[in-house]
């Protein structure tokens, strides 16, 4: 039903945005752009919302960063952004990721920022993907 209603409004030449209900579930994205860290070139999400509140879990990369729970996540409309506090360490410390983006039907468009302990010292990863059905 969510399919239909996204492909009726880019018909009537609407650009559609997903409502905070519409972010619940799984998505799949992939790196597109941006500095390539070798582990994390892809990630996985479920997305719990409460309101405006985003939550969740997060699987990024092949065994690192690993698996950590979402934080500081927020909705405004389409636009999304959270928080993950990497749960494996490595010779720099623990990663903490900063996720912003966009979520229209069922895509998804997010930029990482990864950084220790410096923000400022953090280059920017692009990723798009999908909602999967499990």
Not at 11 to 19: E, I, R, Y
Request: hydrophobic fraction near 40%; proline fraction near 3%.
């Amino acid at each position: 039903m969510k399919f239909i209603s996204c492909a009726l409004l880019l018909l009537v030449g609407f650009a559609p945005s997903a409502a905070a209900g519409d972010v619940a579930g799984n998505w799949r994205v992939d790196m597109v752009s941006g500095v390539a860290h070798k582990t994390i070139a892809d990630a996985e999400f479920e997305f719990k919302v409460e309101g405006k509140k985003l939550a969740g879990t997060a699987r990024i990369g092949h065994g690192w960063p690993g698996t950590a729970p979402i934080s500081e996540g927020t909705i405004d409309g389409d636009q999304i952004s959270f928080l993950i506090l990497g749960e494996a360490s490595s010779s720099q410390g623990y990663p903490k990721m900063k996720f912003t983006g966009t979520v229209h039907c069922e895509e998804i468009a997010l930029t990482m920022k990864l950084f220790y302990s410096n923000e400022s010292d953090s280059a920017e990863t692009g990723f798009k993907g999908k909602r999967v059905t499990r």
